[in-house]
């Protein structure tokens, strides 16, 4: 196993650009299950989660000592400097890191910085050593945490705001990136599954994953991997949370025939302004028909991506509304602008708050998957690391999910139980 996962990992590497085998094979076994057992494609619903690669967190105290130890040890004995040699010492680590007070935290960076800086000028010189991963990595991390003070000659640190996001979040994992989700902060990447969610299904099966670095986003994340999911399984409707919403999702919706639904969309209604759902408009062609007053424009197009409605102004004068209203008064009428942008959101939201218990009730059981990869297969942290490394992995974890449940279906099926309470249609493993 160990040989057949190192094989699959050097292919990766070596054809970044060909089918990924462990992909391939994880489609085909979902579709033979898929057959088997009856499972429809048509509704899915899609959630990303972040993942540790085997990494420890570290602050920028401990990455410095970490990248500048890997650089020293590449130096050969002859060619350190006997300040370099200190770093490979056993007590040099626990006192630069450990018993160092909070007040002298920037000096001992600026310290830990310029040592880097001098253990990359040697390894520069050092024949052979050009394409090393220790002076790739040490050459990286100085281009990010530090600049040369041009007095001095020596490496000040960067602010950490300086600091760009996929900035090296360890030096023995080049790919691992730091990605704040909500309140958690965590480094190195981020899993995108999708799964059947049809209530008609016997159980649901896992269609799509994909890993990337966890600073690609979800709208992102989405955008790739939507026209994928519908070329492999023909899905037809997706259930998603509001983090994936975009204009350009729902046109890639759109081109791919794909219905998505949110369960939520980001952002707030604005509260000082009428909502755009009180004004009566066109469904075809955005043009404005009435206003929250129930009065009829005068004249009303849409233009230049807005849509553009005259009122009498003796009329907008007098409104209950005005304060809230859209409308500018102007020499002979007031003049409503809404962008069709809005209208369109506005539509949609009103969509989505129409069908959210449906669309929650969909998408929500996704969470028990990402759980089940992570209890069960202890995807929170795994023991490779490297992005491509990490895809080999998480691929068998991912397709021995879908076996778990395959074969929990041939020993006896899932059963739905009597419902209680507000639970209805609850599906529990029969023991074979």
């Not at 094989?7 to 088997?36: C, M, S, W």
């Not at 105290?61 to 004995?77: G, M, Q, T, Y």
């Not at 204009?247 to 998505?260: A, C, F, L, R, Y």
Request: proline letters at 3%; one cysteine or more; a positive charge.
């Amino acid at each position: 196993m160990y040989n057949f996962r190192s094989r699959i990992y050097r292919y990766l590497v070596e054809h970044p650009d060909e089918e990924d085998l462990i992909f391939g094979q994880f489609l085909n076994l979902t579709k033979k299950f898929a057959e088997k057992a009856g499972i429809s494609f048509s509704e899915q619903r899609m959630d990303t989660t972040m993942f540790m690669s085997n990494i420890k967190k570290a602050g920028r105290l401990a990455l410095a000592f970490d990248v500048l130890h890997r650089a020293v040890k590449a130096i050969p004995e002859d060619k350190r400097t006997d300040e370099l040699s200190k770093v490979l010492e056993e007590g040099f680590k626990k006192e630069m890191l450990y018993k160092s007070k909070p007040s002298e935290s920037d000096s001992r960076l600026e310290t830990l910085l310029n040592m880097c800086y001098e253990a990359m000028n040697i390894l520069e010189g050092i024949p052979g050593m050009e394409g090393s991963e220790e002076l790739r990595i040490v050459r990286r991390f100085l281009s990010e945490q530090a600049y040369i003070d041009n007095k001095s000659g020596r490496a000040k640190a960067k602010d950490s705001k300086d600091i760009p996001t996929d900035s090296l979040q360890s030096a023995y994992d080049e790919d691992a990136t730091y990605r704040k989700k909500g309140t958690k902060g965590q480094s190195g990447y981020v899993l995108e599954i999708a799964e059947t969610c049809c209530e008609d299904n016997a159980f649901q099966l896992i269609t799509d994953y994909k890993v990337e670095k966890n600073i690609k986003s979800d709208v992102e994340i989405i955008e790739d991997r939507l026209p994928v999911i519908a070329r492999n399984t023909g899905c037809r409707d997706m259930y998603v949370d509001g983090g994936f919403y975009s204009e350009e999702v729902v046109k890639v919706g759109e081109e791919e025939d794909v219905d998505i639904h949110f369960t939520n969309l980001n952002g707030s209604k604005p509260w000082n302004k009428l909502p755009v759902s009180a004004y009566e408009i066109d469904e075809e062609s955005k043009v404005i028909k009435r206003c929250p007053k129930g009065e009829a424009p005068i004249y009303a197009k849409v233009k230049n991506g807005q849509s553009v409605a005259h009122f009498l102004r003796e009329v907008c004068m007098d409104c209950e509304f005005r304060d809230r209203c859209y409308c500018k008064l102007q020499k002979k009428s007031g003049v409503v602008r809404i962008s069709v942008k809005a209208i369109e959101t506005a539509e949609r939201r009103e969509r989505v708050e129409a069908s959210r218990e449906e669309n929650t009730s969909k998408r929500a059981a996704i969470e028990g998957t990402h759980s089940a990869l992570k209890r069960g297969h202890r995807l929170d942290k795994l023991r490779v690391r490297g992005i491509h490394r990490c895809s080999v992995v998480v691929g068998l974890k991912v397709t021995a999910q879908n076996i778990k449940r395959f074969i929990r279906y041939m020993l006896g099926g899932y059963e739905r139980t009597k419902p209680k309470g507000r639970c209805e249609g609850i599906l529990v493993p029969v023991s074979g």
